[in-house]
């Protein structure tokens, strides 16, 4: 039995994450939040039935978005060869992504008592974009609500997530 995760979480209401993801990709305002119940339908059945809803929702109409253009031109990781499809599932990509990070989050978060450290791995713990980089602070350290973390990642195809760590495997990688 498969378990979703809840479009509304703690602090991160279904709304708020659409109309973050309509500034993320230089949507129109309202382009998604003003199909919330559509997109609320089909958020947890992935790409195959919610990347048709977004491209209903931006009226099949490609728009300019300086980000993912500069993702294509670096050679970046395509889901699709339409470019308007690509850009949807791009979007999808983003919002389950995020998504899952904010979820893993609320799960950590009880627990620093037990495991204080958080390990950030992928391409937000570096400054050259490394994917196999590392970083391991506190878990109450400001780094953690002041820069790019999973749950709040404005990269394109970016993997990054977090480990909360004991005392023990910070100490004994």
């Known amino acids: 039995m498969r378990l979703d995760i809840p479009l509304d979480l703690p602090g991160h209401s279904f709304i708020d994450q659409l109309q973050w993801l309509?500034?993320?990709a230089c949507l129109p305002k309202g382009a998604l939040s003003?199909?919330?119940?559509?997109?609320?339908?089909?958020?947890?059945?992935?790409?195959?039935?919610?990347?048709?809803?977004?491209?209903d929702c931006m009226n099949c109409q490609a728009w300019s978005w300086p980000a993912y253009d500069a993702h294509i031109e670096a050679d970046g990781f395509t889901?699709?060869?339409?470019?308007?499809?690509?850009?949807?599932?791009?979007?999808?990509?983003?919002?389950?992504?995020?998504?899952m990070a904010i979820h893993r989050k609320s799960q950590m978060e009880p627990l620093k008592h037990l495991r204080p450290y958080w390990?950030?791995?992928?391409?937000?713990?570096?400054?050259?974009g490394d994917e196999d980089a590392t970083l391991i602070l506190d878990a109450d350290?400001?780094?953690?609500t002041t820069h790019r973390v999973p749950w709040r990642c404005e990269q394109?195809?970016?993997?990054?997530?977090?480990?909360?760590?004991?005392?023990?495997?910070?100490?004994n990688p």
């Open 156 to 171: 394109i195809d970016c993997r990054c997530y977090v480990n909360s760590l004991s005392e023990y495997e910070r100490n």
């Open 79 to 99: 889901y699709s060869d339409d470019p308007l499809t690509d850009m949807a599932e791009q979007i999808y990509q983003k919002y389950r992504a995020n998504k």
């Open 34 to 55: 003003n199909s919330a119940d559509t997109l609320a339908a089909v958020a947890n059945e992935g790409a195959v039935k919610m990347v048709p809803v977004l491209l």
């Open 141 to 144: 350290d400001p780094f953690w």
């Open 22 to 24: 309509e500034t993320w």
């Open 119 to 128: 390990e950030l791995c992928g391409r937000c713990a570096s400054s050259t």
